[in-house]
């Protein structure tokens, strides 16, 4: 009641307000990160350890177990997963939900740091990642043409490319697969290495050795300090030939040339991709966790035409778009959104039989998908499936409160009240009314929040968003709509005569329609009811 006496008093604070609302939730609809689903974090970490040559047994019971017992004494941990293959170890390590991922990973990492003396020494740094949903590409853009082979494709994808697009604001990463990637090899001769008295180790350290940068120290000269350093790298495949292995009795050297080849190829190929059935290569661009999937793709496509340094004939295409997916799912959303809204007018229009009147109710639901879309920019949500589905299924509802209220001010109107206690009146009569089909709407969704899980990531921006939309729905009938009825609204004698006479007869004809449906309906309910109560 006392919210219709404010919006009476203050009618055009109400307008204010209203176009607030309009403008503040335009703009949070332009700034909402528009994404597929909710921002879901899995609480999981994993920990990688990998162990060149060692056969699956040893790697679980020398590497796995023993991280295993370390991680699993971490806080919120709910339980441990673990695999190991030849060559490779790795955990699992699940939390318990609501649990902060960030803080688990960290500790995780500080376990496996406590043990990893422990471990055997061949293995290299276990690395230690979180699962991440940004971690699912965004896009895949082709390399191909040029009469390139893969390993220069490779080379410019992962050299030229791959930098610049990682410019791109909101873009975490943009990895290369596929190719081949450049490796220089030495092909040893067994014989000659064992008439020599070598093995491979040997000429292992012996070019590890020869390719270094070491600090030589300082030289002074005046008022100059200069930093002396050696670099013996190699920045061709020739020298590498000139390397000295071993010096034998005689005095003579033993090099690499003497052992066997060294060749300027690539490592071994696992992955080969194929676009228009040429080989070529990809990247795969990650986005930022809280970026718009849209608007990182649509900047993507804009930088690929501008980028610099590509040979001619390459051809950059994408072949994976997710926002293709993300737009088709979103506009039909809000297409089905837009024809609930449209329907749902037409609907009133038909049974009340007053443009006026509609146009009151039908303020309601841009107003409340609007004040929605603020609560949900400030909130940290997404624009996706979920938060737009909310959006659809409630607006058909958004109006009935409106509906309820205009109707009750409507009639009381009819009876001769002045404007002010009609609308008073009425509102005094339907608050709790209203209030009370809102709540019981609202707690139908109250279950939601005792989910755990993914299902609760994905249901509670849903429940979020038509809770705030729906109460929101009931400010209104109390506000806008009761100040909307002051100024517009006008008792049905008196709206009538003001009426054309061709509208006139159309709304008697149409009142007469409507009203033989009426009591065609009652007396379907009256018939439907005997056999009910003779049975009884």
């Not at 370390?70 to 441990?80: C, G, I, L, M, T």
């Not at 205009?406 to 008073?424: D, F, K, P, V, Y």
């Not at 009569?429 to 609760?456: D, Q, W, Y």
Request: proline share 5%; charged share 15%; net charge neutral.
């Amino acid at each position: 009641m006392w919210l219709t006496l404010l919006a009476l008093r203050n009618r055009i604070g109400i307008l204010m307000l209203s176009l607030a609302m309009v403008v503040l939730g335009w703009t949070s609809l332009e700034r909402l990160p528009v994404d597929l689903f909710p921002n879901i974090q899995v609480p999981v970490a994993f920990v990688g350890v990998i162990y060149k040559g060692a056969p699956p047994l040893d790697i679980e019971q020398s590497v796995v177990y023993p991280i295993e017992k370390a991680v699993s004494s971490a806080s919120n941990v709910e339980h441990v997963e673990s695999f190991a293959k030849h060559g490779i170890g790795a955990i699992q390590i699940w939390f318990n939900w609501g649990a902060d991922i960030n803080v688990g990973q960290m500790e995780v990492m500080q376990r496996v740091t406590q043990i990893q003396s422990s471990l055997p020494p061949g293995i290299l740094q276990p690395f230690i990642v979180k699962f991440d949903v940004s971690n699912i590409p965004v896009a895949l853009v082709t390399v191909a043409g040029g009469n390139l082979d893969e390993r220069a494709l490779y080379d410019l994808a992962y050299n030229t490319i791959a930098p610049q697009i990682e410019q791109i604001q909101n873009v975490a990463a943009a990895t290369v697969e596929g190719g081949k990637i450049r490796q220089i090899n030495i092909n040893l001769d067994p014989a000659l290495l064992q008439a020599r008295g070598l093995s491979i180790l040997d000429v292992v350290k012996s070019v590890k050795a020869s390719n270094l940068i070491l600090p030589s120290g300082d030289l002074k000269a005046g008022n100059l300090d200069y930093n002396v350093f050696t670099n013996n790298q190699f920045k061709t495949v020739e020298p590498l030939n000139d390397v000295i292995v071993k010096v034998n009795p005689l005095g003579n050297p033993v090099r690499v040339r003497d052992l066997g080849t060294v060749t300027d190829s690539s490592d071994i190929q696992t992955n080969i991709v194929r676009t228009d059935g040429q080989r070529s290569v990809y990247l795969r661009v990650n986005k930022q966790p809280t970026a718009n999937t849209v608007e990182v793709v649509e900047a993507l496509r804009r930088q690929l035409p501008k980028m610099i340094g590509i040979p001619a004939g390459v051809q950059l295409g994408v072949s994976f778009d997710q926002s293709v997916y993300i737009r088709q799912s979103i506009q039909n959303l809000m297409e089905q959104a837009l024809h609930g809204s449209l329907l749902a007018a037409a609907i009133i229009l038909l049974f009340l039989r007053n443009l006026t009147s509609t146009l009151i109710i039908s303020v309601a639901i841009p107003l409340s998908i609007l004040v929605t879309f603020i609560v949900l920019y400030f909130t940290g949500q997404t624009l996706n499936v979920f938060t737009l589905g909310g959006l659809a299924l409630g607006v058909g509802r958004l109006v009935d409160d409106s509906i309820v209220e205009l109707e009750n001010i409507q009639r009381h109107l009819n009876t001769g009240q002045s404007r002010w206690e009609a609308i008073l009146q009425a509102a005094r009569e339907v608050a709790m009314p209203i209030f009370a089909s809102t709540v019981t709407t609202v707690v139908v969704f109250l279950p939601m929040f005792f989910l755990v899980g993914i299902a609760k990531l994905l249901l509670i921006p849903l429940t979020l968003t038509i809770a705030i939309s729906l109460f929101t729905s009931f400010f209104v009938s109390r506000t806008v709509t009761p100040a909307l009825c002051y100024k517009f609204l006008k008792a049905e004698d008196e709206a009538q005569r003001t009426m054309p006479p061709w509208w006139q007869r159309f709304m008697g004809w149409s009142r007469t329609r409507y009203e033989r449906l009426d009591a065609g309906y009652d007396v379907c309910s009256s018939a439907g009811s005997l056999p009910s109560f003779s049975r009884h």
